[in-house]
T-cell receptor, first 112, second 112 residues
Framework: EPEVTQTPSHQVTQMGQEVILRCVPI?????FYWYRQILGQKVEFLVS????????KSEIFDDQFSVERPDGSNFTLKIRSTKLEDSAMYFC??????????FGPGTRLTVL | DAKTTQPPSMDCAEGRAANLPCNHSTISGNEYVYWYRQIHSQGPQYIIH???NNETNEMASLIITEDRKSSTLILPHATLRDTAVYYC?????????????FGEGTQLTVNP
């Protein structure tokens, strides 16, 4: 069964460094998403992406964040200058249409 | 999106049916009811969704009341692997990629 994959599973970085989180969505899906979950808190929406552009973003997704689909298979989330409060699980998701979204296993980001 | 209310926790015996309630009294006519679950910090997993008719798939059944103000997710024969946080989410399927707004959910514990 096709699934969303994410790399790395765990990323440790120093405050102020740039990080890129990578996702491979399910191959025929058209909509792509990033969510995050700070330890012990709710899953929060960050951004959705369709037709090579951002279709919706939350107030969390500020100028420090960017997304890209550099080729036909990868979908990336970049954080330009990480802060301590960016430490969280980051989940990528994809969907074929506007209905069910399929989530990856997540990347645990730890900012020191 | 309409607000949902779920009990914070429930217990169920292994092999018995688990019935998880959700109230969404302010739901609009074009809003769907979605259920996801999250097993211990893994990525959320889609379970089922519906608009007004009852739905069943290989994982669960969704019962939506006639006035659509509440719904129940039924896991017919719960197993230990069904222990998870279950989220009831109400959302509109819009033309652009629409976010999932996760609440606190219900922590279901299946006991042997």
């Amino acid at each position: 069964e096709p699934e969303v994959t994410q790399t790395p599973s765990h990323q440790v970085t120093q405050m102020g460094q740039e990080v890129i989180l990578r996702c491979v969505p399910i191959s025929n899906h058209l909509y792509f998403y990033w969510y995050r979950q700070i330890l012990g808190q709710k899953v929060e929406f960050l951004v959705s992406f369709y037709n090579n552009e951002i279709s919706e973003k939350s107030e969390i997704f500020d100028d420090q964040f960017s997304v890209e689909r550099p080729d036909g298979s990868n979908f990336t989330l970049k954080i330009r200058s990480t802060k301590l409060e960016d430490s969280a699980m980051y989940f990528c998701a994809s969907s074929f249409g506007l209905n069910e979204q399929f989530f990856g296993p997540g990347t645990r980001l730890t900012v020191l | 999106d309409a607000k949902t209310t779920q009990p914070p926790s429930m217990d169920c015996a292994e092999g018995r049916a688990a019935n998880l309630p959700c109230n969404h009294s302010t739901i609009s006519g074009n809003e769907y009811v979605y259920w996801y679950r999250q097993i211990h910090s893994q990525g959320p997993q889609y379970i089922i969704h519906g608009l007004k008719n009852n739905e069943t798939n290989e994982m669960a059944s969704l019962i939506i009341t006639e006035d659509r103000k509440s719904s129940t997710l039924i896991l017919p024969h719960a197993t230990l692997r069904d222990t998870a946080v279950y989220y009831c989410i109400v959302r509109v399927e819009e033309t652009s990629g629409s976010r999932l707004t996760f609440g606190e959910g219900t922590q279901l514990t299946v006991n042997p």
